[in-house]
């Protein structure tokens, strides 16, 4: 069983003492920790802080007083470090202590002090406090990464080895679950950034000793850690087996997605063993085929499925056929895919490429309109974007009959290479003769629309710049659209619930809706992708729409 620690990094205070970290402990642990790391970091020269600490501490600890040097804020000597560790054991055994393996063959006489104090095959006095020899870089993978583990593993005080270090890609977490997966002691292995995030939620997976989350309230004593609350609630940590299937929304950036909330919840629902994680990969295609292929290719991880974001759509399509995977009828007109199955059911693994963007939009703006389809017929739409969303839209809107699509993007080359494009797919398939044209932004001012549609993620909210007040249109534009003949704006972004665009669009008067209610209308078709038809048959656009 992996444990979930909380990690509390305790301040000194003469007014209030050890009370507040006390109080904070409890909280964690009536939250579902079983263990509480106390960083003693600051308060190493009050040892009644720290004793009342260890007394009443509400369960079993890790002591742990971090220098600089490896990502800590203490700032003295190693001597008193130690010494201080050492007291702490000697009179109050806690269950670990925490000293990290550079500090420990620094000196034999510092290593000799703490293996006084531990528990280890040739301890004389009876003690209960064990050793995690730990090792952390901020900077990336250690190239020494695998001698360091053979040390520990190696030294007979060691009851825990702990790594960690900063990932530089997705890839970082696949190395981090072999170490565990081949560790010979109880073992700790984290990614730490926002790359890390698989590493410590899916630290049960692969039999982690324990993972680190931070308490709801506070920003945590690493980069990455995940709050308590959205391991637990979120990603259902508990339920997390060696048999549990990996999913993940893929984009740049992924981590403002709500695909967590809402897949996560609907595989408990359905009683499906799967856990959903944001996927956070570069935009340019090398990033995506490199990661992607590793993912699926670590054959323990179960990497069975992705839903696919900007900018990554073309690439997943990409990927697929250039893996020979089979792609839907839909998605091989788009040229995009929103949907990334991975079938495991044989003994020959197969891809899959699906767009369920196309009917989720449609039926989106049908809603929001409160029209049949066939309402849509002799429309004028515009679609602000030339990306893989502006693709599905073009395609979605042109199989719905409109009366004509213009497609407006920043770079204008490039909205006519995808008109050209769409326009020939359509023709060439003989699916309709919807007129598909292009122009730049500003043209958007000199001519009125029925529905506009903003495919584009400038003005999504960025977890670095959540205030941020991003537009596509220049604000001379944005003000000189005839919005009183427009009928629809549609952001398909849904965080913040209303972007600079739908604030204009709302503010002269036009229906507005954001992209929650597409977003809720395609995640109900890609589970029905991943799921058995027993399993989806439990989902609704209801439940789905009441996670959001």
């Known amino acids: 069983m992996t444990l979930i620690c909380i990690p509390i990094m305790v301040e000194a205070d003469e007014a209030t003492g ?32 720290i004793a009342r600490l260890l007394s009443e501490s509400p369960a079993p600890c890790i002591v742990t007083c971090r220098p600089t040097t490896e990502g800590g804020e203490y700032d003295g000597t190693d001597s008193d470090r130690i010494a201080a560790l050492e007291h702490l054991a000697l009179e109050h055994t806690p269950s670990y202590l925490d000293v990290e393996l ?36 901020f900077t990336g993978r250690p190239k020494d990464l695998y001698n360091r583990l053979g040390r520990m593993a190696q030294d007979d005080a060691c009851a825990v080895i702990k790594v960690a270090w ?34 410590r939620v899916l630290a049960p997976k692969f039999g982690a000793f324990l993972t680190f989350a931070r308490a709801d309230d506070t920003l945590g004593t690493a980069p990455g850690q995940p709050g308590i609350g959205q391991l637990r609630e979120t990603y259902h940590f508990d339920a997390i087996n060696k048999h549990t299937r990996t999913y993940g929304i893929v984009g740049w950036p992924a981590e403002h997605s709500i695909g967590p909330v809402v897949h996560n919840a609907a595989f408990r629902h359905a009683d499906h063993d799967g856990v959903y994680l944001p996927l956070p990969i570069p935009p340019e295609y090398e990033h995506f085929k490199a990661t992607i292929g590793s993912l699926i290719d670590y054959g323990p991880l179960d990497f069975s499925g992705a839903s696919i974001t900007t900018p990554h759509k073309e690439n997943a399509l990409r990927f697929v056929r250039e893996h020979d995977g089979t792609v839907d009828p839909m998605t091989d007109l788009c040229g995009a895919a929103n949907t990334l199955t991975i079938d495991r059911s044989t003994d020959v693994m197969t891809l899959h490429a699906a767009n369920t963007d196309v009917e989720a939009l449609v039926d989106s703006v049908c809603d929001a309109l409160q029209i049949a389809r066939d309402g849509l017929a002799g429309r004028s739409v515009a679609v602000i974007g030339a990306g893989g969303a502006a693709r599905a839209a073009a395609v979605g809107f042109a199989l719905a009959g409109v009366g004509s699509i213009t ?32 122009a730049g932004l500003e043209a958007m001012s000199r001519r009125p629309y029925d529905l506009i549609i903003q495919t584009t993620p400038v003005g999504m909210a960025d977890p670095s710049t959540p205030d941020r007040s991003d537009c596509p249109l220049p604000d001379d534009v944005l003000s000189a659209i005839p919005w009183s003949d427009c009928a629809l704006a549609l952001d398909l972004i849904y965080t913040p619930a209303e972007t600079p665009f739908l604030r204009a669009a709302r503010q002269a008067g036009c229906h507005t809706r954001n992209g929650k209610d597409m977003f809720s209308r395609q995640a109900l078709g890609q589970l029905h992708y991943w799921l058995t038809p027993e399993a989806a048959s439990l989902l609704n656009a209801g439940f789905i729409d009441s996670l959001i």
């Open 18 to 49: 050890a009370q507040p970290a006390l109080e904070q402990a409890a909280r964690a642990i009536e939250a579902g920790a079983r263990l509480i790391e106390w960083r003693i970091d600051h308060v190493t020269d009050t040892p009644d802080l």
């Open 102 to 137: 550079a500090t420990y063959e620094r000196s034999a006489n510092l290593a000799q002090k703490v293996r006084l104090v531990i528990d280890h095959p040739n301890q004389l006095r009876a003690t209960g406090t064990r050793l995690i020899l730990s090792t952390h870089d």
């Open 407 to 438: 497609l407006h993007n920043r770079t204008e080359a490039h909205a006519h290479a995808l008109a050209d494009e769409l326009s020939r797919r359509l023709s060439d398939m003989r699916q309709c003769d919807v007129p598909i044209t292009a």
């Open 166 to 199: 900063t990932a530089r890609s997705l890839r970082d977490n696949i190395e981090a679950f072999e170490l565990l997966q081949n560790r010979t002691k109880p073992t700790i292995a984290l990614c730490m950034g926002r790359f890390g995030l698989l590493s």
